[in-house]
């Protein structure tokens, strides 16, 4: 068994915050937001994709930038969960 | 336009100075040794090629493109910290080279590399006049500032089209350019984020493709174009990695809000270019001579 460092969050715990950092920018509840949906369908334009991104990054207490396109080319929100979740598991990303 | 940028015929200097005067250790902390701030170009590059080696690769380009060699006489239009001009003096050997900008802290980093044959103008493009002709100008990250958002499509295209006249007419009609600018892409300019266009680039308008060609139609003959968009959303996403690091390790300053600022800018640069909402296009341009212009 191999036991994740405490800084590094499931891809399901990060689907939880996309989900309600979507929800809170488009006001609307927690509940309307699927993660099969994508961040476009909710109207998260360019600039609120880079502030997303770096607000990410400032809960999972990492040093360095996300790849914007984890997100930017994500088709769904459950995708980009996965893509960030895999990239701090396997060190691409440093925390 | 605004009361802070007051349109000015081929850019405004308030603006300019706006970004570009925000500090030479700020920019010194996230950009090449050269100081390039313009994308970087990795075509015919390894696939790891750094942002050095990139950076290198483009001024090459640019040199290259308006066949710079031993003696002669260039014109660097927007000459930022000087990298061009260093390249064309100790590596192709050109004579002298003047740069033109409006960022007086530009300026004073040119004058402080003190390089040979090389003069610094702290001059708008629009009033320029040589004492001599040029072999050859170059202008990489300068055409971005010189139309206004206020001005119509038209008005845009005239001071395009003067700047080319301009062009024709310092080089005696016998020499190229090499254009590196920022244009739009699949975005129009109703689209553009106010973060960018009121905050970071001020009284800047960037050009289309169609307004670089019906500028310049009939003065030059475009002999190369391409968009390398791409090129710039790597440069932008290297810049933010290393902007955050500067900014973490206490190099980018003690503005803090400033760092933040450019770090989401560039970020937001970097998606536009991924997205291919704005392109950035390297043109080659050779001068068409007086009797085909007459016959015309």
Redesign the interface.
Known sequence: MTVSPPHIRSADEIEDWFRQHVAAVAGLPVSDVPGSADFESFGIDSIQGVDMVTALEAWLGLSEDLPLEYVFEASSISEAAQRVSVALRDGTIAS | MTEAFPLRPGGSAEAIRHHYDVGNDFYASWLDPLMVYSSAMWDGLDDDATLEEAQRRKLIHHARSIKAAPGMNILDVGCGWGGQMRVLIEEFGAASCTGLTLSEEQAAHVRSLGLKGTTVAIRNWHDYVPETPFDGIISVGAFEHFADPSQSVDERRDVYRRFFQSCLDWTGGRGRLSLQTIAYGTMHSGQA?P?ITGDIFPAAELPTIEDIVVASRGLFRIILLRDDGPDYARTC?IW??RL??AM?SGQAGDDADLAQRYH?YL??S???F??G?IGLLRIVFEPISASARAAA
């Open positions: 984020n973060f996403t933010a990695q955050r690091k973490a989401r970020r937001l970097a998606a536009g991924a997205m909402r």
